[in-house]
């Protein structure tokens, strides 16, 4: 049940953001101790997750009234998920790096974004440009690349629109690059001839002039690894993704958030960053739920529930193939003045060229950010089947929403697991009566074993997709859950035939692939991270399902409570790989095979001295730019 404490807590008292109003030049770190005092970081549970007694009708009673949920009350799953999430704050109030009466509100979605990384960059760029006042991004991985040349090119712009109109924009940026400072100071002050110097390579500030610009290198050492990934516009917009600031072959996943939820995000964003501003955030008297900032100049671009109802997808395909626009590139910008001309700009760069197939244009696009381009095995791709990189979605009022998160963890242990992210994953595992769909780099955590062969026996369908080969000889480790060929092996040994036709364990395809290729071949790699309940409760964000992001990374995701979201989500899911087409494992191993019976090139399968491969894929890990 819902301790007295923390109902309080959610009813009563005032928030990191609401005390950071009243005095903007106190650091947010020393806020959050003054409301919540100092909590050693949590420990184990003492019940198992799998079998934690269910919550009764007042128990979610008492959990629907720690949120405040707008017009479109939760349903009895979200609430039975939420109320296990409530638990973890007895120990740690800011578990799950909000202010708990932030926890639990709601908002809308009209954007979701499954696609290659650039593709997120392109977004966010016209998000910045299009800013007026404040901009906080926050990512785990920076490093020189076609992402980060998209935001330098997009802060020049945003500096010279605001000296166009005579004012000037506060912007804050941090990212993780853990260092030997960081035993002394989690959160290291960046100089700007380090940010803009060769390592990181953002503007100088005499090319941004009419910006006030910050930047915090942040790592708690050894392992709590600064993995969240979100950005937060004029207190009017934030988006939450999976992607670091780097080139590379992933598929993403980002959302747009707007209405009360993006004061949730604030929040975080400000928990997270910690230190004293060094110049004062304008939106700090401006909340989300009275507005945000006063803007003027964006054209007037209607949010939240003033939006026009989204198109559907082959609307989107059929105005991309007629727009026939120039792409949005570093160097060559194309900014947009509203959310629909992107959508409308970005599809019509997967839109075949003339002479080209759809199959070939996909192909091109998704060849882009790869050393090697990759032809085309799969088949043509079908009327209505289009790739759609950017997915509106409507829905007729706001919907419940819930951020499910964790700090960060140093100790180099795995007892930090009783934390809001995973008592949310393994209560949607725990209570979902039909079915639980799941996309994940990785999925070898420990507590996930016995979550999922428990619903499975219970007639829960469990469906899967991971990326071949991710992190293998990290994954490999002792203590670090094996690798999800060697998981998968484990899940279905443990099923008996029945049960094995109730799990679905498929590797990631590419949309213009007929067969999953190796992550180690950096060609077609999925970085999504995923999972939807019963089809109406799922959660998106930073978290992968692994033993870094289970037991150490701080990461931020977001359960919402939608139905219509969660059919476009996965008609996204769906449409732009050909992952449950092609890349079904074996019923009785857990491995892939084509026709043939061959395993996929690169496959590690069972090694026999896995300590080796093991400690150079840690070693590989560490150097590798964002590997975790």
Same mark, same amino acid.
């Given at each position: 049940?819902?301790?007295?404490?923390?109902?309080?807590? &959610?009813?009563?008292?005032?928030?990191?953001?609401?005390?950071?109003?009243?005095?903007? +030049?106190?650091?947010?770190?020393?806020?959050?101790?003054? +409301?919540?005092?100092?909590?050693?970081?949590? /420990?184990?549970?003492?019940?198992?997750?799998?079998?934690?007694?269910?919550?009764?009708?007042?128990? +979610?009673?008492?959990?629907?009234?720690?949120?405040?949920?707008?017009?479109?009350?939760?349903?009895?799953?979200?609430?039975?998920?939420?109320?296990?999430?409530?638990?973890?704050?007895?120990?740690?109030?800011?578990?799950?790096?909000?202010?708990?009466?932030?926890?639990?509100?709601?908002?809308? !979605?009209?954007?979701?974004?499954?696609?290659?990384?650039?593709?997120?960059?392109?977004?966010?760029?016209?998000?910045?440009?299009?800013?007026?006042?404040?901009?906080?991004?926050?990512?785990?991985?920076?490093?020189?690349?076609?992402?980060?040349?998209?935001?330098?090119?997009?802060?020049?712009?945003?500096?010279?629109?605001?000296?166009?109109?005579?004012?000037?924009?506060?912007?804050?940026?941090?990212?993780?690059?853990?260092?030997?400072?960081?035993?002394?100071?989690?959160?290291?002050?960046?100089?700007?001839?380090?940010?803009?110097?060769?390592?990181?390579?953002?503007?100088?500030?005499?090319?941004?002039?009419?910006?006030?610009?910050?930047?915090?290198?942040?790592?708690?050492?050894?392992?709590?690894?600064?993995?969240?990934?979100?950005?937060?516009?004029?207190?009017?917009?934030?988006?939450?993704?999976?992607?670091?600031?780097?080139?590379?072959?992933?598929?993403?996943? !980002?959302?747009?958030?707007?209405?009360?939820?993006?004061?949730?995000?604030?929040?975080?964003?400000?928990? /997270?960053?910690?230190?004293?501003?060094?110049?004062?955030?304008?939106?700090?008297?401006?909340?989300?739920?009275?507005?945000?900032?006063?803007?003027?100049?964006?054209?007037?671009?209607?949010?939240?529930?003033? *939006?026009?109802?989204? *198109?559907?997808?082959?609307?989107?395909?059929?105005?991309?193939?007629?727009?026939?626009?120039?792409?949005?590139?570093?160097?060559?910008?194309?900014?947009?003045?509203?959310?629909?001309?992107?959508?409308?700009?970005?599809?019509?760069?997967?839109?075949?060229?003339?002479?080209?197939?759809?199959?070939?244009?996909?192909?091109?696009?998704?060849?882009?950010?790869?050393?090697?381009?990759?032809?085309?095995?799969?088949?043509?791709?079908?009327?209505?089947?289009?790739?759609?990189?950017?997915?509106?979605?409507? /829905?007729?009022?706001?919907?419940?929403?819930?951020?499910?998160?964790?700090?960060?963890?140093?100790?180099?242990?795995?007892?930090?697991?009783?934390?809001?992210?995973?008592?949310?994953? +393994?209560?949607?595992?725990?209570?979902?009566?039909?079915?639980?769909?799941?996309? /994940?780099?990785?999925?070898?955590?420990?507590?996930?074993?016995?979550?999922?062969?428990?619903?499975?026996?219970?007639?829960?369908?469990?469906?899967?997709?991971?990326?071949?080969?991710?992190?293998?000889?990290?994954?490999?480790?002792?203590?670090?859950?094996?690798?999800?060929?060697?998981?998968?092996?484990?899940?279905?040994?443990?099923?008996?035939?029945?049960?094995?036709?109730?799990?679905?364990? &498929?590797?990631?395809?590419?949309?213009?692939?007929?067969?999953?290729?190796?992550?180690?071949?950096?060609? *077609?790699? &999925?970085?999504?991270?995923?999972?939807?309940?019963?089809?109406?409760?799922?959660?998106?964000?930073?978290?992968?399902?692994?033993?870094?992001?289970?037991?150490?990374?701080?990461?931020?995701?977001?359960?919402?409570?939608?139905?219509?979201? &969660?059919?476009?989500? *996965?008609?996204?899911?769906?449409?732009?790989?050909?992952?449950?087409?092609?890349?079904?494992?074996?019923?009785?191993?857990?491995?892939?095979?084509?026709?043939?019976?061959?395993?996929?090139?690169?496959?590690?399968?069972?090694?026999?001295?896995?300590?080796?491969?093991?400690?150079?894929?840690? !070693?590989?890990?560490?150097?590798?730019?964002?590997?975790?």
């Amino acid at each position: 049940m819902v301790s007295d404490h923390v109902f309080k807590l &959610c009813q009563e008292t005032p928030s990191v953001s609401s005390e950071f109003a009243k005095n903007p +030049l106190e650091a947010p770190t020393e806020i959050a101790k003054k +409301l919540y005092g100092h909590h050693k970081s949590t /420990t184990a549970h003492d019940a198992s997750g799998v079998d934690r007694p269910p919550a009764s009708p007042t128990d +979610l009673e008492r959990a629907r009234q720690c949120g405040r949920w707008g017009p479109q009350q939760p349903s009895e799953l979200f609430l039975r998920v939420y109320h296990d999430v409530l638990s973890c704050l007895d120990a740690d109030p800011l578990g799950g790096m909000v202010s708990p009466p932030l926890m639990g509100s709601y908002g809308t !979605m009209p954007l979701a974004i499954i696609a290659p990384l650039a593709d997120i960059f392109r977004h966010m760029s016209n998000l910045i440009v299009r800013a007026e006042k404040e901009v906080i991004l926050i990512t785990c991985s920076w490093s020189p690349s076609v992402a980060s040349r998209l935001i330098s090119d997009a802060l020049k712009e945003l500096s010279a629109r605001a000296g166009r109109r005579g004012e000037r924009v506060v912007v804050k940026v941090m990212y993780d690059k853990a260092g030997a400072a960081q035993f002394v100071n989690s959160r290291q002050q960046v100089k700007p001839e380090v940010y803009s110097g060769k390592a990181i390579q953002l503007p100088k500030p005499e090319e941004m002039p009419h910006l006030d610009f910050e930047a915090i290198n942040f790592h708690k050492p050894l392992l709590g690894t600064l993995h969240a990934k979100f950005m937060v516009v004029d207190r009017k917009i934030a988006v939450v993704e999976s992607n670091n600031t780097e080139d590379n072959d992933n598929m993403e996943m !980002m959302t747009q958030l707007e209405g009360p939820i993006v004061d949730s995000i604030y929040d975080t964003a400000l928990i /997270t960053w910690g230190n004293t501003f060094h110049t004062s955030l304008p939106s700090s008297n401006a909340p989300a739920t009275e507005g945000g900032l006063t803007t003027s100049h964006q054209g007037n671009e209607p949010l939240f529930m003033d *939006r026009e109802a989204a *198109r559907e997808q082959h609307q989107v395909v059929v105005d991309g193939q007629a727009a026939q626009l120039p792409e949005h590139m570093p160097g060559d910008p194309h900014y947009d003045p509203d959310l629909t001309s992107e959508i409308t700009r970005m599809q019509s760069a997967y839109s075949p060229k003339p002479n080209e197939s759809r199959l070939q244009a996909t192909n091109r696009q998704l060849n882009l950010p790869c050393p090697k381009p990759s032809s085309p095995t799969g088949p043509e791709i079908a009327d209505g089947d289009e790739f759609t990189p950017y997915i509106p979605i409507s /829905t007729p009022s706001p919907f419940p929403i819930a951020l499910v998160s964790r700090p960060p963890f140093g100790a180099p242990n795995n007892s930090n697991v009783f934390v809001p992210q995973n008592e949310a994953w +393994l209560s949607c595992i725990r209570n979902a009566k039909k079915s639980i769909f799941i996309q /994940t780099p990785d999925l070898n955590a420990t507590p996930l074993h016995a979550a999922v062969i428990t619903a499975l026996k219970r007639g829960v369908e469990i469906t899967y997709y991971v990326c071949l080969g991710y992190n293998d000889a990290g994954e490999i480790m002792p203590g670090q859950g094996g690798t999800n060929e060697m998981f998968a092996g484990k899940l279905v040994e443990a099923l008996s035939p029945a049960e094995r036709k109730l799990l679905h364990i &498929c590797y990631y395809v590419g949309k213009d692939q007929a067969h999953p290729i190796h992550h180690n071949f950096k060609a *077609r790699s &999925c970085h999504v991270k995923l999972l939807i309940a019963d089809g109406h409760v799922g959660i998106q964000g930073s978290g992968n399902q692994d033993t870094q992001s289970w037991y150490h990374s701080q990461e931020i995701n977001v359960m919402i409570d939608s139905e219509e979201v &969660c059919r476009k989500w *996965r008609e996204g899911i769906e449409r732009n790989q050909n992952t449950a087409k092609f890349g079904k494992a074996g019923e009785t191993d857990g491995v892939w095979r084509d026709e043939n019976g061959k395993e996929a090139e690169g496959s590690m399968g069972k090694p026999s001295m896995p300590w080796v491969k093991g400690v150079a894929g840690m !070693m590989k890990k560490m150097q590798d730019k964002g590997g975790f």
